[in-house]
């Protein structure tokens, strides 16, 4: 068998676990290769804020923080609960220990650096930590990465997605994440970095183990040895409609933030052609979508006024729980609640009163569109969303009482430090009574599916008995989440792509 290059690592995917597995396993030494599906560097973790939850860090005690990793311990007890399989309980553990570990490890190098930045843990429960254990990559002048790696790194959503100039002087978020992971990777001078490979075939050796992967390229097939593993951390398959279906996993593949063409499952395809389990596959990362006007859904939270309204015109939830668990709310019912329409009033002169993480369309466009419709009334705004008036009228009035007493009797809408996060010193409820009213359509979109192979404490992919695919390591959404069907603090996605991308690579190191 002939190959086109030998290393010791391979890693698939290029977002904040991949790319911190690759730097763990280039500095310790090894020889990396990264392949990227797509043309660009960064994935989701992009278009994200690159909040990282890892309790008890280094960069939460600059801070003055009182973190530790016993507190992450309680809270994601209180959170998770309990597990009586051992092979969880071991995961679990492992990323608490490594938590505090790897932002130690990453920091030694002078192109990473994080700060805390609060932003509130999403359930009210015994463990959580005042004002949240959140910390991000600090901002980065583009100027650092230089022309080549600027050009290859994925912009914000905003600017792929509607086009809206975004300035890059200055790199923040997602976009100083996968930044300052290439400037380290890239420093260690043992990795090499390539865009434009589809890894589609893990090719396996005499015993059954991974030796290496075969990819699709513009210049044809590329077969890559890897002595010591691959890293399969290419993202989930939420932008694969047919396997959503065959999954169970609700949703669809138009309304997932994930950039368009990536994150399709094909790793995770070839990972079970060869024997690996998968779990929670009909699971994600779940958060309201509002509807675009190309009919694509857009994550909003942080909202600052309306209220959501089901297909009966009821009233059903907390409007300012959690992306996630409002997620949650929405499939909890789906045939009354997705899609559902928040509905608002002109208080904004028609814009908006939430964070539309995909800006750019304005709001004439959303309405010539049909995703949001506009009324004089209510019961005119009932009929534009085909809700029963007096549903809609009685749902506005009551949530409009609980405005002017300031206590929602109903949901309890801003007895939660999450509620008031976003507002200030604002109030959580404000009546919907300024005409003309609008209605936007909602949906259930999602941040990534987080349903993929099962893997041990160090990321080993396993089969259905138990048993290790030798050579064979995943991490972040390709691997089954080690937080199950919960999401229990911003930051949890990549933080624990980077926990286990990094156990990977120190089990790969000799």
Known sequence: MSWDIECDVVVVGSGGGALAGA???AVSGLRTVVLEKTALFG??????????????NQAEARAGVADSVERGRTYLRSVLGDTSDPREAARRE????????????????????FQYYSFPDYYGVEGRLPGGGHIVPVPLPSSALGADLLARLRPTIAAERNGVDVPRETLGGGQALIARLLLALTATGNAELRTGAAVHTLV???????AGVEASTADGPLRVRAARGVLLAAGGFEGNADLRAASGTPGSSEWTMGPRGTNTGEPIEAAVAIGAATDLMDQAWWCPGLVQPDGSAAFFLGLRGGLFVDAHGERFANESLPYDRMGRELAADATRRIPCHFVFDSRERGHLPAINCVPGAKPQQYLESGAWVRAETLDDLAALIDVPAGALRDSVERFNGFAKTGVDEAFRRGTDEYDRYFVGDNPVLVPVDQPPYYAARVVLGDLGTKGGLVTDPDARVLRADGTAIEGLYAAGNTSASVMRSYYPAPGSPIGTAIVFAHRAALHMTP
């Open 43 to 56: 994935g989701t973790s992009a278009y994200s804020g690159a909040g990282l939850f890892l309790p008890g």
């Open 94 to 113: 492992a990323f608490l220990t490594t938590a505090p570990a790897v932002v130690e490890f990453l920091e030694r190098d002078p192109a990473i650096e």
């Open 204 to 210: 396996t050796d005499a015993q059954g183990g991974v």
């Open 23 to 25: 730097y763990t396993a």
